[in-house]
């Protein structure tokens, strides 16, 4: 829980509880101490040029919005002003940022336009599994789901499955004249670290991999389950990238 972005009255105790606790809410006497100097909301610690303040207070978050603004008027013992309070952030991480995108294309046409939905499966972090489903369609350009400030301890080091699920009724094992194949699968390589498969010949992604569960007449997922094992180091402001383009041809 962070300090208001806008609009409210901020509050120097509630200000000292998202220092001491991460928390904004109402500045609790009898558990921080009857003392909170502005002195310390910005420079930490608990001495203070008059009264002690009531509790021990943290370095600045670094990783959090307005620090900049608060750390120059904190070494400057200057300009001790609430405004520059705005949405701080007592626990805000610096960490590194992770960008996943997977789209489908049909070579042939066929189902050009048809609601889709992509899908990756990463596992190994925090959460245990982290699923990436995008709701778009066949042919379609998409931009990246992107997560930043996410801890440098927290790595996904599996690949589980990458895929689409289909809804439609175009693709069916009942109509005659239709059926479908996958086929290509490929990996793009933006700027920054691309620790999943490789892909194409030799790569440990590719179309036979894919494999088609449930009834195609009624909808039906198609996944590449492989578990790939990525090793790879991060370090704080490193972006991961997941980027795969895949495309069936309908016959």
């Known amino acids: 829980m962070t300090?208001?972005?806008?609009g409210n009255i901020l509050k120097q105790g509630s200000i000292a509880m998202e220092r001491l606790d991460g928390t904004y809410i109402d500045y609790n006497v009898p558990s921080k101490g009857a003392n909170v100097p502005m002195f310390?909301?910005?420079?930490?610690?608990?001495?203070?040029?008059?009264?002690?303040?009531?509790?021990?207070?943290?370095?600045l978050a670094s990783?959090?919005?307005?620090y900049a603004a608060l750390d120059a008027a904190a070494s400057a013992n200057a300009n001790f002003k609430m405004s520059l309070?705005?949405?701080?952030?007592?626990d805000a991480v610096s960490g590194y940022t992770m960008k996943r995108k997977v789209e489908i294309d049909d070579d042939s046409g066929e189902v050009s336009g048809e609601s889709v939905n992509t899908t990756m499966t990463l596992?190994?972090?925090?959460?245990?599994?982290?699923?990436?489903?995008?709701?778009?369609?066949?042919?379609?350009n998409i931009p990246f789901t992107t997560t930043s400030n996410i801890a440098t301890t927290n790595k996904?080091?599996?690949?589980?499955?990458?895929?689409?699920?289909?809804?439609?009724?175009t693709i069916t094992s009942g109509q005659f004249g239709f059926g479908w194949i996958m086929s290509t699968v490929s990996k793009s390589s933006p700027s920054g670290l691309n620790p999943g498969p490789s892909t194409g010949?030799?790569?440990?992604?590719?179309?036979?991999?894919?494999?088609?569960?449930?009834?195609?007449?009624?909808?039906?997922?198609?996944?590449?389950?492989?578990?790939?094992?990525?090793?790879?180091?991060?370090?704080?402001?490193n972006t991961v990238n997941f980027d795969y383009d895949m495309s069936i041809e309908v016959f």
Not at 47 to 59: C, H, K, M, V
Not at 128 to 135: D, E
Not at 225 to 230: A, G, K, L, V
């Open 201 to 237: 010949f030799g790569g440990d992604l590719d179309t036979n991999d894919f494999s088609v569960f449930s009834s195609r007449g009624g909808g039906f997922n198609c996944k590449a389950s492989i578990n790939y094992s990525m090793s790879y180091t991060i370090s704080s402001g």
């Open 63 to 66: 990783a959090s919005p307005g």
């Open 123 to 140: 596992s190994g972090g925090s959460p245990s599994f982290l699923n990436y489903n995008y709701s778009t369609t066949f042919d379609a």
């Open 3 to 6: 300090v208001p972005a806008s």
């Open 40 to 59: 310390n909301l910005y420079k930490g610690g608990q001495s203070a040029p008059n009264t002690p303040a009531g509790s021990n207070y943290p370095a």
């Open 85 to 90: 309070w705005y949405s701080y952030n007592q």
């Open 156 to 169: 996904y080091t599996t690949f589980s499955s990458v895929g689409f699920e289909y809804s439609g009724t």
